[in-house]
């Protein structure tokens, strides 16, 4: 039983478009939802986090939407570039768990086409 | 920079065998974890250290175990091999320090395939 659904699986965009990538919770109790973005043969790394008392976050060409009200959270990439072909996972986490242990969603692999 | 160095990139096993995967980081984190990533599953957390000699279960910790003797060393262990173990697996290390937000880093995953 997945706890963090993400959608789509798969998702093809030009050069310069804006990629959207969703993911539900049901867990209330989760509190810290990072986004993690792998390339392919390297582990996942950290590319933006946010806690449910903001409605968004940016860091550069990346913003994180969230809607605590229907447990939602997603990710825009602004002006999408090649170098941003790669899988993205989101995650959950309950920030006063021991270990922080994250709850991942199924990951969304990103071409981005020149 | 941290760096979690797992020992093998690519490992070809057969059913039945005891199989060790090694993950080594550089930074002193406390915590330390091994997922299994598969297609449209993301990352499955199979076990997790607090800190040296101590463990927990993760989601799917069945026909793993996990040994971890020294503070920079985390290894996975499969008891013996099954098909269905085929798989990437990925081993991640945190800190504790500075509150409980800190970002897992990973290393860069060992694929094994048993026959």
């Known amino acids: 039983q997945q706890q963090v659904k993400q959608s789509p699986q798969s998702l093809i965009v030009q050069k310069g478009g804006i990629p959207i990538i969703n993911c539900a919770y049901e867990n209330t109790a989760f509190d810290y939802f990072p986004w993690y973005q792998q390339f392919p043969g390297k582990g996942p790394a950290l590319l933006i986090a946010?806690?449910?008392?903001?409605s968004e976050k940016k860091e550069g060409r990346f913003t994180i939407s969230f809607n605590k009200s229907a447990k939602q959270f997603s990710l825009h990439i602004m002006d999408s570039q090649p170098g941003d072909s790669a899988t993205y996972f989101c995650a959950a986490s309950i920030g006063n768990n021991a270990g922080n242990m994250l709850t991942f969603g199924g990951g969304t692999r990103l071409m981005v086409k020149p | 920079d941290v760096k979690v160095t797992q020992s093998s990139r690519y490992l070809v096993k057969r059913t039945g065998e005891k199989v060790f995967l090694e993950c080594v980081q550089d930074m002193d984190h406390e915590n330390m974890f091994w997922y299994r990533q598969d297609p449209g599953l993301g990352l499955r957390l199979i076990y997790f250290?607090?800190?040296?000699?101590?463990?927990e279960k993760g989601d799917i910790p069945e026909g793993y175990s996990v040994s971890r003797e020294k503070k920079e060393r985390f290894s996975l262990i499969l008891e013996s091999a099954s098909t269905n173990q085929t798989s990437m697996y990925l081993c991640?290390?945190?800190?504790?320090?500075?509150?409980?937000?800190?970002?897992?880093?990973f290393g860069d995953g060992t694929r094994l395939s048993i026959l």
């Open positions: 946010i806690r449910p008392d903001v």
């Open positions: 991640a290390s945190r800190t504790t320090g500075r509150g409980h937000y800190q970002p897992q880093h």
């Open positions: 250290s607090y800190d040296v000699k101590m463990k």
